[in-house]
Structures are given as C-alpha cells and as structure tokens.
C-alpha cells in the first residue's frame, strides 16, 4: 500500500511562514522522489518543488525558489516544505506526490496525498 500524508496547512496573514509536512508509507516510500505542488480554485496544479531521497538533490519552480525551501528525514520517511514570506496568491491546496523522477509534470508521479489547505489572509 502507498500512502502519502500531508499536514501543516491552515489559515496565516501575509508575510508569515508555514512548514507543510509529507509522510510517505509503503510504495510511496519506495519512489525515488518527492514533489510538492498546489493548486488553486480555477487554476491548474503548479510544480513548487521536488527533493530526492537518495543524496537531497532539490529541484524548485523559478516562481518559489529563495522563498520555498525543500527538506527530508528519511528516518522520519518525511519531507517538508517550508514556505516564508507568504501572500495572498499562495493560497491554495498543496499536496505532494511521489515518483521515479524529479519532474515538473504531476504526470510524472505517480502516489498524491489528500492534499491541505493554505489560505492567506488579512
């Protein structure tokens, strides 16, 4: 069984940080990668970032990357997203997936989590 389990999410003002949290189980934990994407009302799933388990290795979207900053414990068979300087357009469901490779294409993966919601607001 697969299983991807994201947590961290909620309601924050502009300017505030959050850590979104990934933990991987089963053949999600086998997949060589992790990726993080989100997606807002109307809009398509975006790529924010990507790590490897084996040796780290990070792969950001130019529109997050100095903002967002990808890590993992493979002890903890968790990866997290930590995301500063937050705004209102980063509000959106985040969810991560895992795969054989650090791609930018959500087709790529092939496990996703449920999915948590961050919302921005003043």
């Known amino acids: 069984q697969a299983q991807l389990t994201e947590s961290g999410g909620g309601l924050t003002q502009p300017g505030n940080s959050l850590r979104l949290s990934c933990v991987a189980s089963g053949r999600a934990f086998d997949s060589p990668a992790v990726g993080w994407f989100r997606q807002a009302p109307g809009k398509e799933r975006e790529f924010l970032a990507a790590?490897?388990?084996?040796?780290?290795?990070?792969l950001y979207a130019s529109s997050v990357e100095g903002r967002f900053t990808v890590s993992r414990d493979n002890a903890k068979k968790t990866v997290w997203l930590q995301m500063n300087n937050l705004n209102p357009e980063d509000t959106a469901v985040y969810s991560c997936a895992s795969g054989d490779y650090m791609r930018k294409s959500p087709g790529d993966y092939d496990y996703w989590g449920q999915g948590t919601q961050v919302t921005v607001s003043s």
């Open positions: 790590i490897r388990w084996i040796g780290g290795r990070t």
